[in-house]
């Protein structure tokens, strides 16, 4: 089989990289393994946010008391209930992109490729020839091979959003940004729930301030294990882990060590391009591209940002720099910015702290224990840390655990990619009372800091050019 181009994954990266080809081509095959549902909408992102929504809705009843509510006590979580609601979403997210193979007809092929050289696969026995290849073949999680016997009780992402009901005690191993949505969200279901780590790490925070924050909220609702790897044995009916500080019996434990890009048995090493320890190999992050060859590596799969707004770029680089009339040069890369979704929110916008090395920083805080809208809504905690450039006044990132942080996140994001200063954010105006008034006060700190801040959030009239009035 011969086609112009080939796209090996049809998860967010694939289907993003296919919008693309068909552009330039109808002479495409998109060959997928497994289910067509995408890993956002399967078992990723979207379930996982469905579970947390039902977990902090029945949080929310402890609050209750102090607004003056009465009658929290009679609530309970059904989780089979809540999985069942879970469920239910999912079946609704996946159904767009699972009609893709009924879409294509015959340029969508069901199995699993390998390379065997630049522009030659083999599918499941069938030879496939292509003048471009886009893999796109994402990551699954990461389970140490010792764990497997103890069967179904270690649970992934792959596995969780499929079960019926939740075991009492659930241990997560690993406090990434998944790790920590779903630990907490277990513990506000009323599971009884650890979490432990190597590191002393938490969501991949990166400032220590932050960092330093955060921690005891957490710890405030789930016992924290960090700073040792976790060891798992079998203890009478369930499984013990033990970590840093103590161990803690478990019914069932949620591996969430990381993602492993789908990369083994695909055949990179008959590209003829050096491969990394991992087996990935040297990608443009620009364009994609593998070396000088027509091959290109996009989405989780690649092992850079593995996030779904970034999976979806990558596609669409992807897909424009596969096509034969395609511009030198490539693309711009946007501002780094994640979220993870616990309580408080975590939210990273542009390099980390410790990446941003010996520039001339000015930093200023919001502390929202004492913000005004958050004190009202019952949410009042957490901090928000930003940087600018002391000589430019230029907002270079932020990281903050907060209420609503995916928004203040987005509010900076825009201001970071715009290459805003302090003082052109401050001159839009802030609404009262809102929670970014959080972030205008630590613009207002950081203004003091910043030369080019001319001390007043307004900004002046323009001279009106009449020379008898100037
Ligand atoms: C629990 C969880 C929560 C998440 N939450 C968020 C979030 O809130 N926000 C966010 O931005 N990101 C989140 N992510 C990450 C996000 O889901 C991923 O970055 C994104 O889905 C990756 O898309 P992809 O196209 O690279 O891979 P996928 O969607 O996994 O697609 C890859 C496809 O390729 C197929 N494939 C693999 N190997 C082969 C082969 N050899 N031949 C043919 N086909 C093959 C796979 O079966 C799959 O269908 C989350 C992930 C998880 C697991």
Not at 73 to 99: E, K, N, W
Not at 385 to 412: I, K, N, S, Y
Request: with cysteine; net charge negative.
């Amino acid at each position: 089989m011969k086609v112009d181009t080939v796209i090996v994954g049809a998860g967010t990266a694939g289907l993003s990289a296919l919008r693309e080809v068909r552009r330039y081509t109808d002479d495409f095959l998109l060959i997928n393994d497994g289910h067509w549902g995408t890993t956002c909408a399967a078992n990723g992102c979207m379930p996982s946010k469905a579970l947390i929504e039902a977990a902090n809705a029945f949080h929310r009843r402890k609050a209750f008391e102090d607004f003056g509510i009465r009658g929290a006590d009679g609530l309970r979580a059904d989780v089979p209930a809540v999985l069942a609601r879970v469920r239910r979403l999912r079946d609704d997210f996946v159904q767009g992109p699972a009609s893709t193979p009924e879409r294509l007809g015959a340029r969508a092929l069901a199995g699993r490729a390998r390379l065997k050289g630049p522009g030659r696969l083999d599918v499941d026995g069938r030879e496939v020839e292509a003048r471009a290849v886009i893999l796109a073949p994402g990551s699954r999680p990461v389970v140490p091979e010792p764990w497997r016997r103890f069967g179904e009780r270690i649970l992934t992402t792959d596995t969780l959003f499929e079960r019926r009901d939740l075991p009492r005690r659930i241990a997560v191993v690993g406090m990434g940004a998944i790790g920590v949505e779903l630990a907490q969200a277990f513990a506000r279901l009323g599971l009884e729930v650890a979490g432990f780590d190597a590191v002393e790490g938490l969501a991949g925070i990166d400032d220590p301030e932050v960092l330093a924050t955060f921690r005891p909220l957490i710890e405030a609702e789930l016992a924290l294990h960090l700073g040792a790897p976790a060891e798992l044995e079998q203890a009478g009916g369930a499984i013990r882990v033990s970590g840093a500080g103590g161990d803690f019996e478990a019914d069932a434990v949620l591996a969430a060590m990381g993602r492993r890009p789908n990369v083994d048995g695909l055949g990179l090493e008959t590209l003829g391009v050096p491969l990394d320890d991992a087996g990935l190999p040297e990608v443009d992050r620009s364009t994609l591209r593998v070396g000088d060859l027509p091959v290109f590596l996009a989405g989780d799969a690649n092992g850079d940002r593995a996030i779904l707004h970034e999976a979806a770029d990558e596609g669409h680089v992807a897909g424009r720099m596969a096509s034969p009339e395609s511009e030198k040069g490539g693309f711009r890369r946007r501002t780094p910015f994640s979220v993870t979704f616990c309580s408080p929110q975590v939210a990273r916008v542009g390099p980390p702290l410790s990446a941003l090395g010996d520039r001339d920083l000015a930093s200023a805080e919001a502390d929202f224990s004492r913000q005004g809208r958050a004190r009202v809504a019952h949410e009042a905690e957490g901090l928000l840390r930003v940087h600018a450039d002391r000589r430019t006044g230029r907002l270079l990132a932020a990281e903050m655990c907060a209420p609503a942080a995916e928004h203040l996140g987005h509010l900076l994001a825009l201001a970071v990619e715009r290459g805003m200063t302090v003082s052109d954010v401050l001159a839009a105006p802030f609404y009262h009372p809102v929670l970014e008034e959080g972030l205008r006060g630590a613009l207002r700190d950081l203004a003091k800091a910043v030369p080019e801040a001319g001390g007043s959030d307004l900004s002046r009239c323009k001279a009106i050019g009449h020379e008898a009035l100037d």
